[in-house]
């Protein structure tokens, strides 16, 4: 009994007595136990083999990405926005110099390289861009040139998505909502609202998953909600619905969704609703007699013969959009397959080419808008899209950054470091709608500042001057040619 007291006594209070040995015995202690558990464990035949080293190589294999994006890699390398595109954005967000010093770090004599043709005799730039109007009747909406992309709530928290509508309200851009339906996050801000309709129909659905008109028309009738656009596919994984993972659905999202919590929601891969592009002109007659707003689809364009069956569909029914929206193969996303990410879809500036094209051709152009999505981060590619043939455009990632986004690349595991597209509630605190609302609205200024005076070096007093001829494309080493001859205006009606 004496020696089992002596004992206790001695654990009790021999690391109050000799700290240090007893830190070494506990190290040695936790290693012995993380070997052993290495060698009896049977996911991973690293760690059975070699026990710790093998937990030491997970430990860097992990550290890799951030060690890359800090220390090693240069300022062109990252992917999917490089480094010196995403302090541009930081600094315009914050008002701050967004000048380079040096002259370009690019190889723009590299093959597809693309550049603009500026003109001799460059004009005053004008900082008042024209609006572009959608739809017609009272109802109309004047679009600015660079608005908010879709992104939902429930891909992103609540505060980014406040933000991000206070920052279209001070600036006067659309915000558009994503499929995941209108929540009251995008109503605190007063900002322009496109309500983004998808396959699932989130805010608008039955239980089962059907088409609610009543819903819907209740919600489209709100005076902030500006224009509806049916969402056909998404540019980061044509072919398949949105993904929310599971660890982002709050009973929050669930409501708003009416879906469940105990799996990932993913959206069906088409409409119910419809088989063929005239199925899809009466659905689009439907939601405009139902809300009374300007109507668009958007896709991510795969088969150029749909371009053609949705042309011959507007004639023959008499029904079309009030515009088109084409996200590009280069579009980003929360969650996605990697071969729907990789190895589908058109990029954008051909896709908007194409399309631009098959309007003109069928003699539409002039009655349907079209906005372009992808890549769109600076007012230089702004001038790009426009010249391709967009109307307006759109972003999600770059206002994201304006938001603060730091690119880790967490959007899917509900652990964005940044609080942005995350739904716990600790990490969404440090997104502050009224300061990083202002952000979103710089961001947006600065872009449309750069885009004026582009326009005006190229000559033009308004961005609807800019055409294909003004990009030119490095095809080959010496060989630059212009988009106009690469991929011409059909001869059969007047070009843009």
């Known amino acids: 009994m004496t020696w089992l007291i002596n004992t206790v006594w001695t654990v009790i209070w021999y690391p109050w007595i000799h700290p240090g040995r007893t830190a070494v015995i506990g190290f040695i202690a936790l290693f012995v136990w993380m070997a052993i558990r290495d060698l009896l464990q049977t996911q991973s035949a690293i ?19 951030p060690l890359r994006q800090y220390l090693f890699e240069n300022d062109r390398d990252e992917r999917p926005i490089p480094r010196y595109i995403r302090n541009w954005i930081y600094a315009s967000a914050e008002n701050k110099e967004a000048t380079v010093p040096f002259g370009t770090q690019l190889d723009i004599d590299h093959p597809g390289s693309v550049l603009m043709r ?14 572009v109007r959608v739809g017609q009747g009272e109802q109309a909406y004047d679009a600015a040139v660079f608005n908010i992309s879709a992104m939902s709530f429930g891909s992103l928290g609540m505060n980014a998505i406040a933000s991000l509508n206070h920052g279209a309200a001070q600036g006067h851009f659309y915000h558009n909502t994503g499929e995941g339906g209108v929540s009251p996050y995008h109503l605190v801000g007063g900002g322009d609202l496109v309500w983004q309709l998808g396959t699932a129909k989130f805010g608008a659905r039955h239980e089962d998953g059907s088409f609610d008109e009543s819903a819907f028309q209740e919600v489209s009738h709100h005076a902030h909600v500006k224009m509806i656009e049916i969402k056909l596919s998404q540019g980061a994984k044509p072919g398949k619905g949105g993904i929310l993972p599971k660890e982002k659905i709050t009973p929050e999202i669930a409501a708003i969704r009416k879906v469940g919590r105990d799996a990932d929601v993913i959206s069906p891969p088409k409409h119910a609703e419809w088989d063929t592009a005239e199925g899809m002109c009466t659905f689009i007659a439907k ?16 088969d150029p013969q749909f371009l053609d069956d949705i042309c011959q569909a507007f004639i023959q029914t008499g029904i079309r959009p009030d515009y088109i929206a084409v996200d590009g193969a280069e579009g980003g996303t929360g ?7 990789n190895l589908l879809g058109y990029p954008m500036l051909d896709a908007v080419m194409m399309t631009e094209n098959k309007l003109i051709e069928y003699g539409l152009r002039d009655q349907i808008r079209i906005c372009a999505s992808g890549k769109i981060w600076t007012g230089g590619a702004l001038a790009v899209a426009l010249a391709a043939g967009a109307d307006f455009t759109a972003s999600a990632r770059g206002f994201m950054l304006s938001l603060g986004c730091i690119q880790a690349l967490h959007c899917n595991t509900n652990f964005c470091p940044a609080g942005i597209a995350t739904q716990k509630k600790w990490l969404q605190r440090g997104v502050v709608p009224k300061v990083k609302g202002p952000n979103v609205a710089n961001y947006q200024h600065a872009v449309l500042h750069e885009l004026a005076a582009v326009v005006a070096s190229c000559g033009y007093d308004s961005p609807s001057d800019l055409s294909r001829k003004d990009i030119m494309k490095v095809v080959g080493w010496h060989d630059i040619r212009s988009l106009s001859e690469i ?8 070009a843009k």
């Open 47 to 65: 760690k059975r083999n070699f026990p710790l080293a093998g937990m030491a190589r997970y430990v860097i294999a992990s550290a890799g990405p």
């Open 118 to 131: 500026h003109s001799p005799i460059p004009k005053d730039p004008n900082y008042d861009l024209p609006r």
């Open 287 to 302: 939601i405009r007699e139902l809300s009374g707003k300007p109507i668009g689809i958007k896709f991510c364009l795969g």
């Open 335 to 341: 969650a996605a397959p990697l071969a729907h990410t």
């Open 487 to 494: 991929v011409p205006y059909p001869t059969t009606t007047a």
